[in-house]
C-alpha cells in the first residue's frame, strides 16, 4: 500500500497549458504539503494544509493554485505554464501533533514545460 | 529567520570510510525541530531522524548517528563504514513555529557518493 501517492509520475507539457498533479495520502494524517524541487535539487515548500485549510502559502506564483478536497486528498493546479515551472513537485504529509512530525512523501511528479 | 546551511555539497569518499555530513541552523524559535532525509537516486525522499530541541541526546542507529549540539547549531550526521547504498542526496530540516502549524525549510543538501 503507497502512503504518499502522486500522480502522474512525469508530465511533459507545452508553455501556456494548464496541468494539474493529484495526490492522495491514506495514513490519516491532517497536514498536507507542495514542495518544489528544482534542478540543482533545493527543495521548497509552496503550501501547506490542515484538515483541508491553507496554512502556508509561500511566495508562489497565483498560476498555482492548490485544492484539498479532503483531508486525504491535496491536489495542485497550474495555469498558463512556463519554462521556469519545470521541476520535481513532491507531495507529502505529516500528522499534525503538538510539534513538528517527519513527513512522508510521494515519489514526485516530473513536470517539463517545453 | 529559519536557516539551515549544507556546507558541503558533495563529498565522495571510499566504501567502509567513516563520513560525516554538517548541518548548521539558524532559527530565533526556543521550540524547534530538525530532521535529516535522505534522497537515493530514485528520487523518493526517506525520512531519517528527528530530534526536538529540547532533547539534546545523540542518537544510533545501526551505522547512523547524529549529534545535535544547541552550543553550535549544529545537527551533524555521521555515517560509519559507508557502503555503495548510502550514496544519495541528504538533507537536514528544521522545523519551526508558524501560522497555524511548523513551517519546515531544508537545506541545500549534501551529495554523497560511496565508491566501491
Known amino acids: 500500500d503507497t502512503a504518499v501517492s502522486q500522480t502522474p509520475k512525469y508530465l511533459v507539457t507545452q508553455m501556456g497549458n494548464d496541468k494539474s498533479i493529484k495526490c492522495e495520502q491514506n495514513?490519516?494524517?491532517?497536514?498536507m504539503y507542495w514542495y518544489k524541487q528544482d534542478s540543482k535539487k533545493f527543495l521548497k515548500i509552496m503550501f501547506s494544509?490542515?484538515?483541508?485549510?491553507?496554512?502556508i502559502n509561500e511566495t508562489v506564483p497565483n498560476r498555482f493554485s492548490p485544492k484539498s478536497p479532503d483531508k486525504a486528498h491535496l491536489n495542485l493546479h497550474i495555469n498558463s505554464l512556463e519554462l521556469g515551472d519545470s521541476a520535481v513537485y513532491f507531495c507529502?504529509?505529516?500528522?499534525?501533533?503538538?510539534?513538528?512530525?517527519?513527513?512522508?512523501f510521494g515519489q514526485g511528479t516530473r513536470l517539463t514545460v517545453v | 529567520a529559519q536557516k539551515v546551511t549544507q556546507a558541503q555539497t558533495e563529498i565522495s569518499v571510499v566504501e567502509k570510510e567513516d563520513v560525516t555530513l554538517d548541518c548548521v541552523y539558524e532559527?530565533?524559535?526556543?521550540?524547534?525541530?530538525l530532521f535529516w532525509y535522505k534522497q537515493p537516486p530514485s528520487g523518493e525522499l526517506v525520512f531519517l531522524i528527528r530530534?526536538?530541541?529540547?532533547?539534546?541526546q545523540n542518537e544510533i542507529s545501526g551505522r547512523y548517528s547524529w549529534n545535535f549540539q544547541k552550543s553550535t547549531s549544529s545537527f551533524n550526521f555521521t555515517i560509519t563504514a559507508s557502503q555503495v547504498v548510502d550514496s544519495a542526496v541528504y538533507f537536514c530540516?528544521?522545523?519551526?513555529?508558524?501560522?497555524?502549524?511548523?513551517?519546515?525549510?531544508f537545506g541545500a543538501g549534501t551529495r554523497l557518493f560511496v565508491k566501491a
Open positions: 507529502a504529509s505529516s500528522q499534525k501533533t503538538g510539534g513538528a512530525t517527519e513527513a512522508f
Open positions: 495514513l490519516g494524517h491532517d497536514t
Open positions: 494544509y490542515n484538515n483541508k485549510e491553507l496554512i
Open positions: 532559527t530565533r524559535d526556543t521550540t524547534y525541530y
Open positions: 530530534r526536538n530541541s529540547f532533547d539534546e
Open positions: 530540516a528544521l522545523s519551526e513555529r508558524n501560522t497555524g502549524g511548523f513551517k519546515t525549510i
